[in-house]
């Protein structure tokens, strides 16, 4: 089910380009799945929980899933919604709800989940504890 603006902790937003739009003259389904990675990923890195370039841990996507409820189309800004719904020892689920901008319900609703891996070995690791710090901040209260 589409989701309001208030069952996300933070907000993003991100622009839409030409090209994400189809021969249907909507954003194309893929491209749903890279703002999900853009605004996690970008949210992370900015509170210093993230670093994609010389971290020892890094997150794999080993699920990830999609709904869709409105048409969001090229010119339009898309405020993308977090917010983390279950935090393990290794592992989080993000849930992502995309949302024309001001709109009050998203437009698509989904989640991934990463399992943070050692970058040599990519074996499980404990979640570092600056990133379960920012990962907690997420948290929607039960």
Do not use: K
């Amino acid at each position: 089910m589409a989701q309001p603006r208030d069952a996300y902790r933070v907000f993003r937003a991100i622009g839409t380009r030409w090209m994400d739009n189809d021969v249907y003259g909507h954003v194309n389904n893929v491209v749903y799945y890279s703002w999900f990675d853009t605004a996690v990923n970008a949210y992370l890195i900015e509170q210093g929980a993230l670093d994609i370039h010389q971290g020892e841990t890094i997150g794999l996507v080993i699920e990830t899933q999609c709904n869709y409820f409105a048409p969001l189309a090229f010119p339009q800004t898309i405020e993308a919604g977090l917010r983390v719904a279950r935090l393990g020892e290794s592992s989080v689920r993000y849930e992502v709800g995309l949302f024309a901008q001001g709109a009050p319900m998203s437009a698509a609703c989904g989640h991934f989940i990463h399992v943070y891996v050692g970058r040599d070995d990519r074996r499980p690791r404990p979640l570092p504890p600056r990133l379960r710090e920012v990962l907690e901040g997420l948290r929607m209260p039960a």
